[in-house]
Protein backbone atom coordinates (compact mmCIF):
# COMPACT_ATOMS: atom_id res chain seq x y z
CA UNK A 1 0.00 0.00 0.00
CA UNK A 2 2.89 2.30 1.16
CA UNK A 3 5.17 1.41 -2.42
CA UNK A 4 2.25 2.44 -4.42
CA UNK A 5 1.62 5.51 -3.25
CA UNK A 6 5.24 6.13 -2.92
CA UNK A 7 5.27 4.95 -6.66
CA UNK A 8 2.39 7.67 -7.69
CA UNK A 9 4.18 10.84 -5.76
CA UNK A 10 7.44 10.01 -7.74
CA UNK A 11 5.42 9.53 -11.46
CA UNK A 12 3.64 12.68 -10.45
CA UNK A 13 6.61 14.51 -9.04
CA UNK A 14 10.04 13.45 -10.05
CA UNK A 15 10.47 15.96 -12.75
CA UNK A 16 9.58 19.11 -10.84
CA UNK A 17 12.15 17.41 -7.95
CA UNK A 18 14.34 17.11 -10.72
CA UNK A 19 13.71 20.54 -12.47
CA UNK A 20 13.93 22.33 -8.76
CA UNK A 21 17.44 20.56 -8.02
CA UNK A 22 18.73 21.16 -11.39
CA UNK A 23 18.32 24.85 -11.47
CA UNK A 24 19.25 25.05 -7.64
CA UNK A 25 22.07 23.66 -8.05
CA UNK A 26 23.47 24.28 -11.31
CA UNK A 27 24.84 20.71 -12.87
CA UNK A 28 23.05 17.41 -13.39
CA UNK A 29 25.38 15.49 -11.62
CA UNK A 30 24.39 17.48 -8.47
CA UNK A 31 20.60 17.28 -9.39
CA UNK A 32 20.55 13.48 -9.45
CA UNK A 33 22.09 13.04 -6.18
CA UNK A 34 19.76 15.79 -4.83
CA UNK A 35 16.67 14.00 -6.36
CA UNK A 36 17.54 10.67 -5.24
CA UNK A 37 17.97 12.55 -1.61
CA UNK A 38 14.58 14.10 -1.79
CA UNK A 39 12.79 10.89 -2.94
CA UNK A 40 14.09 8.59 0.39
CA UNK A 41 13.19 11.54 2.47
CA UNK A 42 9.46 11.05 0.72
CA UNK A 43 9.58 7.47 1.06
CA UNK A 44 10.65 7.78 4.65
CA UNK A 45 8.05 10.30 5.41
CA UNK A 46 5.18 9.01 3.71
CA UNK A 47 3.34 8.49 6.54
CA UNK A 48 2.89 12.65 7.17
CA UNK A 49 1.24 13.11 3.91
CA UNK A 50 -1.97 13.13 4.74
CA UNK A 51 -2.09 16.18 6.82
CA UNK A 52 -0.98 18.68 3.72
CA UNK A 53 -1.26 19.21 0.03
CA UNK A 54 0.98 16.50 -1.88
CA UNK A 55 2.40 19.12 -3.70
CA UNK A 56 3.19 21.48 -1.27
CA UNK A 57 4.50 18.40 0.36
CA UNK A 58 6.79 17.08 -1.79
CA UNK A 59 8.12 20.73 -3.02
CA UNK A 60 8.89 21.42 1.28
CA UNK A 61 10.88 18.55 1.16
CA UNK A 62 12.44 19.63 -1.88
CA UNK A 63 13.58 22.93 -1.06
CA UNK A 64 14.86 21.74 2.41
CA UNK A 65 16.85 19.21 1.05
CA UNK A 66 18.48 21.45 -1.83
CA UNK A 67 18.97 24.19 1.03
CA UNK A 68 20.65 21.24 3.28
CA UNK A 69 23.24 20.73 0.56
CA UNK A 70 23.83 23.92 -0.36
CA UNK A 71 25.14 24.39 3.52
CA UNK A 72 27.12 21.51 3.46
CA UNK A 73 28.99 22.94 0.43
CA UNK A 74 32.44 24.49 1.31
CA UNK A 75 32.93 28.12 0.10
CA UNK A 76 34.71 27.44 -2.85
CA UNK A 77 32.70 25.53 -4.24
CA UNK A 78 29.91 26.72 -4.09
CA UNK A 79 31.25 30.05 -5.79
CA UNK A 80 32.39 27.56 -8.72
CA UNK A 81 28.75 26.11 -9.26
CA UNK A 82 28.69 25.87 -12.94
CA UNK A 83 24.93 26.26 -14.97
CA UNK A 84 25.94 25.39 -18.38
CA UNK A 85 22.99 25.07 -20.52
CA UNK A 86 23.87 22.07 -23.16
CA UNK A 87 20.06 21.31 -23.66
CA UNK A 88 17.87 24.32 -24.71
CA UNK A 89 17.93 24.13 -28.38
CA UNK A 90 16.80 27.62 -30.09
CA UNK A 91 13.03 27.80 -31.24
CA UNK A 92 13.59 27.46 -34.82
CA UNK A 93 11.89 29.95 -37.19
CA UNK A 94 10.31 32.54 -34.38
CA UNK A 95 13.19 34.43 -34.29
CA UNK A 96 16.25 35.34 -36.70
CA UNK A 97 20.07 34.22 -36.18
CA UNK A 98 20.98 36.83 -34.21
CA UNK A 99 18.01 37.74 -31.66
CA UNK A 100 18.02 33.84 -31.35
CA UNK A 101 22.10 33.95 -30.32
CA UNK A 102 20.87 36.81 -27.48
CA UNK A 103 17.99 35.37 -26.66
CA UNK A 104 20.40 32.17 -25.54
CA UNK A 105 22.89 34.70 -23.90
CA UNK A 106 20.30 36.40 -21.99
CA UNK A 107 18.75 33.18 -20.70
CA UNK A 108 22.61 31.76 -19.47
CA UNK A 109 23.36 34.70 -18.38
CA UNK A 110 19.96 34.63 -15.96
CA UNK A 111 20.79 30.94 -15.11
CA UNK A 112 23.83 32.07 -14.17
CA UNK A 113 22.26 34.63 -12.01
CA UNK A 114 19.75 32.56 -10.42
CA UNK A 115 22.51 29.83 -9.17
CA UNK A 116 24.34 33.08 -7.41
CA UNK A 117 20.96 34.46 -5.45
CA UNK A 118 21.17 34.06 -1.87
CA UNK A 119 19.31 30.31 -1.89
CA UNK A 120 16.42 31.02 0.10
CA UNK A 121 15.41 33.83 -2.65
CA UNK A 122 16.71 31.68 -5.01
CA UNK A 123 14.50 28.94 -3.98
CA UNK A 124 11.30 31.04 -3.82
CA UNK A 125 12.12 32.05 -7.33
CA UNK A 126 12.59 28.57 -8.75
CA UNK A 127 9.09 27.40 -6.96
CA UNK A 128 7.50 30.45 -8.99
CA UNK A 129 8.70 30.85 -11.79
CA UNK A 130 10.38 27.52 -13.01
CA UNK A 131 7.42 25.03 -11.11
CA UNK A 132 4.93 27.45 -11.22
CA UNK A 133 3.85 27.32 -8.22
CA UNK A 134 0.70 30.12 -7.21
CA UNK A 135 2.18 32.42 -4.46
CA UNK A 136 -0.57 31.02 -2.47
CA UNK A 137 1.23 27.24 -2.75
CA UNK A 138 4.33 28.47 -1.76
CA UNK A 139 3.23 30.33 1.44
CA UNK A 140 0.97 27.38 2.29
CA UNK A 141 4.48 24.79 1.50
CA UNK A 142 7.38 26.75 3.25
CA UNK A 143 4.73 28.41 5.93
CA UNK A 144 5.61 32.18 4.93
CA UNK A 145 3.45 35.05 4.71
CA UNK A 146 1.92 35.72 1.40
CA UNK A 147 3.44 39.16 1.55
CA UNK A 148 6.51 38.09 2.07
CA UNK A 149 6.93 35.61 -0.70
CA UNK A 150 5.76 37.87 -2.98
CA UNK A 151 8.16 40.86 -1.27
CA UNK A 152 10.78 38.09 -1.44
CA UNK A 153 10.16 36.97 -5.13
CA UNK A 154 10.65 40.48 -6.05
CA UNK A 155 13.42 40.82 -4.79
CA UNK A 156 15.22 38.19 -6.31
CA UNK A 157 14.04 39.23 -9.81
CA UNK A 158 15.36 43.01 -8.86
CA UNK A 159 18.71 41.04 -7.62
CA UNK A 160 18.49 39.34 -11.17
CA UNK A 161 18.22 42.71 -13.02
CA UNK A 162 20.68 44.27 -11.09
CA UNK A 163 23.40 41.86 -11.67
CA UNK A 164 22.16 41.53 -15.38
CA UNK A 165 22.35 45.58 -15.77
CA UNK A 166 25.87 45.94 -13.85
CA UNK A 167 26.97 43.14 -16.68
CA UNK A 168 25.55 45.60 -19.35
CA UNK A 169 27.16 48.46 -18.17
CA UNK A 170 30.66 46.35 -17.99
CA UNK A 171 30.16 44.74 -21.33
CA UNK A 172 29.15 48.18 -22.58
CA UNK A 173 32.45 50.33 -21.18
CA UNK A 174 34.55 47.53 -22.53
CA UNK A 175 34.18 48.24 -26.10
CA UNK B 1 26.41 55.38 -9.27
CA UNK B 2 24.40 56.72 -6.81
CA UNK B 3 20.74 57.07 -8.31
CA UNK B 4 18.42 59.86 -7.02
CA UNK B 5 16.14 58.97 -4.54
CA UNK B 6 13.24 58.78 -7.32
CA UNK B 7 14.77 56.51 -9.30
CA UNK B 8 15.15 54.19 -6.41
CA UNK B 9 11.96 54.04 -5.47
CA UNK B 10 10.76 53.47 -8.58
CA UNK B 11 13.79 50.91 -8.92
CA UNK B 12 12.69 48.97 -5.87
CA UNK B 13 9.08 48.70 -7.63
CA UNK B 14 9.77 47.30 -10.50
CA UNK B 15 8.59 43.98 -10.29
CA UNK B 16 5.62 44.46 -8.43
CA UNK B 17 4.70 46.75 -11.65
CA UNK B 18 5.39 43.72 -13.98
CA UNK B 19 3.37 41.30 -12.55
CA UNK B 20 0.08 44.06 -11.79
CA UNK B 21 0.91 44.27 -8.36
CA UNK B 22 0.84 48.03 -7.56
CA UNK B 23 -2.26 49.46 -6.54
CA UNK B 24 -3.83 51.77 -9.86
CA UNK B 25 -2.25 55.13 -7.80
CA UNK B 26 1.49 53.77 -7.55
CA UNK B 27 1.58 52.28 -10.88
CA UNK B 28 0.59 55.80 -12.74
CA UNK B 29 3.35 57.32 -10.34
CA UNK B 30 5.79 55.07 -11.75
CA UNK B 31 4.42 55.64 -15.45
CA UNK B 32 4.81 58.95 -14.89
CA UNK B 33 8.13 58.69 -13.75
CA UNK B 34 9.37 56.15 -16.55
CA UNK B 35 7.98 58.73 -19.28
CA UNK B 36 10.23 61.11 -18.62
CA UNK B 37 13.03 58.83 -17.60
CA UNK B 38 15.20 56.75 -19.65
CA UNK B 39 17.23 54.97 -17.13
CA UNK B 40 14.47 53.87 -15.41
CA UNK B 41 12.96 52.69 -18.93
CA UNK B 42 15.54 50.29 -19.83
CA UNK B 43 15.30 48.80 -16.78
CA UNK B 44 11.53 48.29 -16.58
CA UNK B 45 12.30 46.98 -20.26
CA UNK B 46 15.01 44.81 -18.51
CA UNK B 47 12.51 43.36 -15.62
CA UNK B 48 10.07 42.53 -18.54
CA UNK B 49 12.65 40.59 -20.17
CA UNK B 50 13.93 38.43 -17.16
CA UNK B 51 10.34 37.79 -16.17
CA UNK B 52 9.85 36.73 -19.61
CA UNK B 53 12.51 34.42 -19.70
CA UNK B 54 12.40 32.99 -16.29
CA UNK B 55 8.36 31.75 -17.79
CA UNK B 56 10.08 30.20 -20.40
CA UNK B 57 12.71 28.25 -18.64
CA UNK B 58 11.81 24.51 -19.72
CA UNK B 59 10.88 21.61 -16.73
CA UNK B 60 13.78 19.24 -16.96
CA UNK B 61 12.98 15.70 -17.31
CA UNK B 62 14.48 13.50 -14.14
CA UNK B 63 16.40 10.63 -15.52
CA UNK B 64 14.98 7.32 -15.44
CA UNK B 65 17.85 5.27 -13.45
CA UNK B 66 17.22 7.63 -10.65
CA UNK B 67 13.59 6.64 -10.34
CA UNK B 68 14.28 3.03 -10.70
CA UNK B 69 16.70 3.61 -7.93
CA UNK B 70 14.71 4.80 -5.24
CA UNK B 71 11.65 2.56 -6.40
CA UNK B 72 14.04 -0.45 -5.61
CA UNK B 73 15.17 1.04 -2.52
CA UNK B 74 11.35 1.17 -2.24
CA UNK B 75 10.85 -2.42 -3.21
CA UNK B 76 13.59 -3.48 -0.59
CA UNK B 77 12.02 -1.90 2.37
CA UNK B 78 10.02 -2.87 4.26
CA UNK B 79 6.89 -0.69 5.64
CA UNK B 80 7.67 1.45 8.76
CA UNK B 81 5.54 -0.03 11.79
CA UNK B 82 3.28 3.05 11.87
CA UNK B 83 2.63 2.67 8.45
CA UNK B 84 1.36 -1.19 9.00
CA UNK B 85 -0.57 -0.29 11.68
CA UNK B 86 -1.90 2.68 10.45
CA UNK B 87 -3.11 0.18 7.17
CA UNK B 88 -4.46 -2.25 10.15
CA UNK B 89 -6.31 0.43 11.71
CA UNK B 90 -7.49 1.64 8.43
CA UNK B 91 -8.75 -1.73 7.52
CA UNK B 92 -10.97 -2.09 10.80
CA UNK B 93 -14.09 -0.42 9.82
CA UNK B 94 -17.42 -1.21 10.39
CA UNK B 95 -19.42 -3.21 9.68
CA UNK B 96 -17.10 -6.06 10.62
CA UNK B 97 -18.49 -9.80 9.90
CA UNK B 98 -19.87 -11.34 13.42
CA UNK B 99 -17.06 -13.85 13.68
CA UNK B 100 -14.20 -11.20 13.30
CA UNK B 101 -16.35 -8.71 15.49
CA UNK B 102 -16.28 -11.53 18.25
CA UNK B 103 -12.74 -12.16 17.91
CA UNK B 104 -11.37 -8.37 18.18
CA UNK B 105 -13.64 -7.89 21.09
CA UNK B 106 -12.41 -11.23 22.37
CA UNK B 107 -8.76 -9.78 22.40
CA UNK B 108 -9.39 -6.61 23.52
CA UNK B 109 -11.13 -7.82 26.33
CA UNK B 110 -7.98 -10.03 27.33
CA UNK B 111 -5.89 -7.19 26.97
CA UNK B 112 -8.13 -5.12 29.16
CA UNK B 113 -8.13 -8.10 31.68
CA UNK B 114 -4.66 -8.45 31.59
CA UNK B 115 -3.38 -4.80 32.18
CA UNK B 116 -6.08 -5.18 35.51
CA UNK B 117 -4.62 -8.38 36.60
CA UNK B 118 -0.87 -8.08 36.22
CA UNK B 119 -0.60 -4.90 38.67
CA UNK B 120 -2.54 -6.75 41.56
CA UNK B 121 -0.28 -10.23 40.80
CA UNK B 122 2.89 -8.35 40.46
CA UNK B 123 2.59 -5.81 43.54
CA UNK B 124 5.94 -5.23 44.85
CA UNK B 125 6.95 -5.12 48.37
CA UNK B 126 7.41 -1.91 50.44
CA UNK B 127 10.73 -2.00 51.62
CA UNK B 128 10.90 -2.58 55.41
CA UNK B 129 10.83 0.61 57.11
CA UNK B 130 12.92 -0.25 60.24
CA UNK B 131 15.98 -2.29 60.84
CA UNK B 132 15.79 -5.43 63.10
CA UNK B 133 18.01 -3.72 66.20
CA UNK B 134 15.40 -0.84 66.10
CA UNK B 135 12.19 -3.01 66.12
CA UNK B 136 13.95 -5.03 69.41
CA UNK B 137 14.51 -1.95 71.42
CA UNK B 138 11.13 -0.61 70.60
CA UNK B 139 9.87 -3.39 72.20
CA UNK B 140 11.97 -3.43 74.98
CA UNK B 141 10.48 0.39 75.47
CA UNK B 142 7.01 -1.15 75.39
CA UNK B 143 7.88 -3.88 78.66
CA UNK B 144 9.60 -1.06 80.88
CA UNK B 145 6.41 1.30 79.79
CA UNK B 146 4.01 -1.28 80.63
CA UNK B 147 6.00 -2.19 83.91
CA UNK B 148 5.79 1.34 84.66
CA UNK B 149 2.11 1.58 84.12
CA UNK B 150 1.50 -1.57 86.82
CA UNK B 151 4.24 -0.25 89.44
CA UNK B 152 2.16 3.65 89.27
CA UNK B 153 -1.21 1.66 89.37
CA UNK B 154 -0.67 -0.74 92.52
CA UNK B 155 0.91 2.68 94.75
CA UNK B 156 -1.99 4.27 93.54
CA UNK B 157 -4.17 1.56 94.72
CA UNK B 158 -2.34 1.65 98.19
CA UNK B 159 -2.90 5.54 98.40
CA UNK B 160 -6.30 5.29 98.05
CA UNK B 161 -6.89 2.70 100.69
CA UNK B 162 -5.27 4.37 103.38
CA UNK B 163 -7.03 7.69 102.28
CA UNK B 164 -4.71 9.60 104.28
CA UNK B 165 -1.85 10.96 101.70
CA UNK B 166 0.88 13.15 103.16
CA UNK B 167 3.95 13.81 101.99
CA UNK B 168 5.85 10.78 103.99
CA UNK B 169 4.16 8.78 101.85
CA UNK B 170 4.19 10.45 98.43
CA UNK B 171 8.34 11.84 98.66
CA UNK B 172 8.88 7.84 98.10
CA UNK B 173 6.34 7.72 95.45
CA UNK B 174 7.54 9.78 93.69
CA UNK B 175 11.08 8.60 93.61
CA UNK B 176 9.43 5.11 92.79
CA UNK B 177 8.04 6.76 89.92
CA UNK B 178 11.68 8.29 88.83
CA UNK B 179 13.44 4.87 89.19
CA UNK B 180 10.92 3.19 87.55
CA UNK B 181 10.81 5.82 84.60
CA UNK B 182 13.67 4.50 82.34
CA UNK B 183 13.46 8.10 80.40
CA UNK B 184 14.20 10.01 83.87
CA UNK B 185 18.07 10.71 83.20
CA UNK B 186 17.91 12.99 86.98
CA UNK B 187 17.67 9.20 88.65
CA UNK B 188 17.30 9.47 92.39
CA UNK B 189 17.64 13.23 92.13
CA UNK B 190 14.91 14.89 94.01
Known amino acids: ?8 IVHQYKDSIYSYAYYFSGSPENAEDLTQGVLLKIWQGLDRLRMEPARSWVMKITRNHCIDWFRSQRPKDRASVPLAEQ ?3 SEPGVYSAERDVQRMELRETILRAISRLPEKLRSLIILREIEDMKYEEISHALDMPLNSVKASIHRGR ?6 LSSLYEREYQGR | MTLPPRCEEVHERLEAYVDGDLSPESAQK ?3 HIFVCDECREHLDLARQIAGELKTLPAKTCPD ?8 HAAGSRDSFAARAGAWLRGLRYPLSPRLSFGTAAVILAVIGLLTILPVTHKKKDPPRYSREEVVHAQQVI ?3 FGYVDHATALSQEIIEKENVSAKILKPIRKGLRSANPFDKKGDKS
Do not use: I
Not at chain 2, 65 to 72: I, S, T, Y
Open chain 2, 143 to 145: VVA
Open chain 1, 1 to 8: MQKNRFET
Open chain 1, 158 to 163: RLLREH
Open chain 1, 87 to 89: DHP
Open chain 2, 30 to 32: LED
Open chain 2, 65 to 72: HVVEAALQ
